[in-house]
């Protein structure tokens, strides 16, 4: 099962760490290759560096794809599409995780702790490990998001200022 072969990193701050067990073992229980990065233990536990430190492992490809947990799942959304090439989503409904994979090719998924059960957040996660990218009427899309993203991160970096995008 193709599913299965997918490297998935979880974390959480301190208002998600009930969340993050239940899913951790609810995927482990499962099969799935899932880590614990645990960074608040040996790095910060300000929930922006512990997004920004899964992203970029995401970023470098040591994983696939990555959850992140907090209290409303904002948070950690906006910083972890601080990291150039990865895309998450906040998703507290099954058909909203399904489409973050299928329209947004997004490999983070995020959610609140303190905004779903934990069973409603394991049904989201299915919908989400089961759900890849249909490209079709969606590429052009995302691959302008790519286009902006290029010009946001690299237009103040010197040269001609220009990255050739127009909006
Ligand atoms: C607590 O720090 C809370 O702000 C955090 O868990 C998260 O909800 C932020 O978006």
């Given at each position: 099962m193709e599913q299965m072969k997918l490297r998935i990193a979880i974390d959480s701050d301190d208002a998600?760490?009930?969340?993050?067990k239940v899913l951790f073992d609810y995927l482990k229980d499962?099969?799935?290759?899932?880590t614990d990065l645990n960074?608040?233990?040996?790095?910060?536990?300000?929930?922006?560096?512990?997004g920004y430190h899964l992203a970029k492992r995401v970023q470098e490809k040591e994983f696939d794809r990555g959850i992140l947990l907090c209290g409303t799942g904002?948070?950690?959304s906006i910083v972890a599409?601080?990291?150039?090439?990865?895309?998450?989503?906040?998703c507290h409904d099954v058909y909203s995780a399904e489409r973050l994979r299928k329209s947004n090719n997004a490999q983070i998924i995020t959610?609140?702790?303190?905004?779903?059960?934990?069973?409603?957040?394991?049904?989201i996660i299915d919908a989400w490990i089961h759900s890849e990218f249909e490209g079709k009427g969606s590429l052009p899309k995302?691959?302008?998001i790519?286009?902006?993203?290029?010009?946001?991160?690299?237009?103040?970096?010197?040269?001609t200022g220009d990255s050739g995008v127009s909006v």
């Amino acid at each position: 099962m193709e599913q299965m072969k997918l490297r998935i990193a979880i974390d959480s701050d301190d208002a998600a760490t009930g969340l993050k067990k239940v899913l951790f073992d609810y995927l482990k229980d499962q099969g799935i290759e899932i880590t614990d990065l645990n960074y608040a233990e040996t790095g910060s536990a300000l929930y922006p560096d512990i997004g920004y430190h899964l992203a970029k492992r995401v970023q470098e490809k040591e994983f696939d794809r990555g959850i992140l947990l907090c209290g409303t799942g904002l948070g950690m959304s906006i910083v972890a599409n601080k990291v150039e090439g990865v895309y998450a989503g906040v998703c507290h409904d099954v058909y909203s995780a399904e489409r973050l994979r299928k329209s947004n090719n997004a490999q983070i998924i995020t959610m609140g702790a303190r905004v779903i059960g934990p069973e409603l957040a394991k049904k989201i996660i299915d919908a989400w490990i089961h759900s890849e990218f249909e490209g079709k009427g969606s590429l052009p899309k995302v691959e302008r998001i790519h286009e902006l993203e290029s010009k946001s991160f690299h237009d103040s970096e010197g040269g001609t200022g220009d990255s050739g995008v127009s909006v």
